[in-house]
Every structure is written in C-alpha cells, then in structure tokens.
C-alpha cells in the first residue's frame, strides 16, 4: 500500500500517498467482491454454455425421453408389420388357395402407400426428428391399409366358404390327431435310408395307440398294409382329394372300403408299422393324384398363429420319419 505516490507541484516532489485502516479495508473489501463477481458470472456463462440452463436441461432429458418412446414405436410397428405380413402369407396360402380364389399380391396389399409427401408438417422439426415421425405416420397408415384389405379378404373368405359348404366339409381341413408335427412336406433326409428324397406328408408325433380321425366327409378307399407305409388308411373325399394315414397299428372294428366317414370319426390307431425310424403318424393330402402339402389344408383346424408355427416347425427339421 506504500507504492501509490502522488505529485506535490509546489515542492516538485513524490510524496507517498497514506491511507487510514477503514479505506485500506474498504479498498480489500471491494477488489474482493469485483473478483468474486466476475469469476461467478464466467462460470455460469461457461457452465450455462455447456451444460445449459436448468430449463434448457429439463429440456432435454424430455427430448430424450420423447426419442426413446419413439424408437419403441417404432420397434412395435416393424413387429406389426411383420405380423401382418405373415397373416397375408396365410391368407394367401392357406385360406385363398384352398377355397380357388386369387391371392392378392402384395403390390395390392401395399396399394396407395408412399407416393406424394403427406407428411410436409414434420419439415419444421430438426432432420432426425422429422424423419422418424414421418416413418412413423406412414407405416402406421401402410399397417391400417393392410388391415383393412385383410379384412376384406376373410369376408370374401367366408363368403366363398358358405358358397361351398358342401366342398368344405369334404376337404382334409382338420388335423388327423391331436399332436405336434415333428417333420413337414417336401425334400427331407430319410431316417433310415440316409439320403434326400421327396417327403409326401407330415409327421405327426404319436404314441402307438394313439386315436386318429378322419380330416374330411368321405369313403374309405383302402385299409391294408402297402410296403413301406405299412398299415395305412385311405379315403377319397371327392372333388379330387384324397388323405393317407400310415404306420397305423390297427384299424377301427368293423371300417372296410365303401364304408362312409364324416370328418372326425375314428378310424384307426397310430402305430410303428412299415419303415420308420420310431411310432408316428405320417399322413398325406393327395390332389388330383399328386402330394400336395396337408399343412396348407388344415384351416378349419388352425388359427394363422398356429399355421404359422407348425411350418415353423415343419420347416427347421431336415429329417422325416418317414
Ligand atoms: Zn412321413
């Protein structure tokens, strides 16, 4: 405090400037608090600029919190989406082709999807939120569309079913057993010859004695033993459609050929009978003379989900039981 000087022009001299104790301390006191001040409102600058105001961070954690919800629609509708797509596999497939009528392709399913830019409101947003609410708007339409198609199609479905009534109760459209399939149509590994050849039917697991229905209104073609498919039962149900139950143990008392089954009926018991690699019931849907797959005939027995998952299950096994 003895630097400071001031000059006296009458004696030409530096004389040091004396300060009492009360300006000494004042003096300390205010360069304290001009300090103090200045690094409080550098660091709120600095902290305001990096971290943000509070408003501005309850800001965010909504931001956030408003793309997480998103990204789980968003997650919900690829799963409709795909649902939906397997329901049109179905309906197609299944239902449609079994009762003659068109499949409706997907570019139908899809129609009116896309095209101009209905979803000009979200351009106000930044990019990213902009893009995933326009994604989200037009899926939801596209699955809504779909809906409504698929709608359509269960009631030309249902009326073309009523149509044909007396059709749809002769068709194989039930299962022969109430079991899970173990092995699907189509190219398989032969249990017991080893190689790749042409699987005609499903396998059904069952335990030897298990009961077996008939799948549709019919007469019985044949119940004897026939090579590999051992003990087996036929019956025609007209229209062209026939269905085999094979390795059969036994055949209902007093069931012989001409003898007229409705669907359900008892007719025989599942067995070990012929080549097979374990008792199993292996039945066939035949069309005109030809194999055709049983599972794409069971929709008056199965529900799209459980279609769905026995040819799942059809599908993933590499092997008949023959
Ligand atoms: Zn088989």
């Known amino acids: ?9 009458k004696e030409c001299e530096f004389i040091p400037v004396e300060y009492r104790t009360s300006e000494k301390v004042i003096y300390t006191l205010s360069l304290w608090i001009l300090c103090g001040t200045v690094i409080s409102a550098l660091s709120i600058s600095i902290l305001a600029f990096t971290v943000g105001s509070p408003a501005e961070i309850a800001l965010k954690a909504e931001n956030r919190a408003l793309y997480e ?3 789980e629609t968003r997650q919900t509708i690829v799963k409709l989406d795909h649902k939906m797509s397997e329901i049109a596999n179905t309906d197609n497939e299944l239902y449609r082709t079994v009762l003659g009528i ?3 392709s997907e570019d139908e399913r899809q129609a009116g999807v896309g095209g101009a830019d209905m979803h000009a409101e979200f351009d106000v947003y930044s990019a990213n939120a902009s893009d995933i609410l326009r994604w989200t708007a037009s899926n939801l339409e596209s699955i809504e569309r779909r809906i409504n198609i698929q709608e359509v199609s269960f009631e030309e479905i249902k009326a073309h079913y009523n149509e044909n009534k007396e059709l749809m109760q002769n068709i194989p459209a039930i299962r022969p057993l109430n079991g899970i399939i173990l092995s699907g149509y189509g190219m398989r590994r032969h249990p017991v010859l080893g190689y ?6 499903v396998d059904f697991r069952a335990r ?3 009961p077996i ?10 119940t004897r033993r026939r090579g590999t498919y051992g003990l087996m039962v036929v019956i025609d149900h007209g229209h062209g459609y026939e269905s085999r139950y094979a390795h059969l143990s036994r055949i209902e008392d007093g069931l012989s050929p001409g003898d007229k089954v409705k669907r359900g009926q008892l ?3 599942s067995g070990n009978s012929g080549v097979t690699s374990g008792p199993h019931l292996h039945y066939e849907v035949r069309r005109n003379g030809r194999s ?3 599972l794409n005939y069971m929709f008056a027995d199965l529900t799209p989900d459980e279609y769905i998952e026995y040819q799942r299950i059809a599908d993933s096994n590499p092997y008949s039981m023959d």
Not at 1 to 9: E, V
């Open 196 to 201: 790749q050849r042409m699987h005609e039917g």
């Open 213 to 222: 229905h008939a799948t549709g209104d019919g007469v019985i073609k044949s």
């Open 267 to 269: 007719i025989a018991k």
């Open 1 to 9: 405090m003895n630097n400071y000087f001031f000059y006296d022009d």
């Open 102 to 104: 068109d499949p409706i």
């Open 292 to 294: 055709v797959d049983p």
């Open 69 to 71: 919800q998103l990204e």
């Open 208 to 210: 030897i004695g298990t």
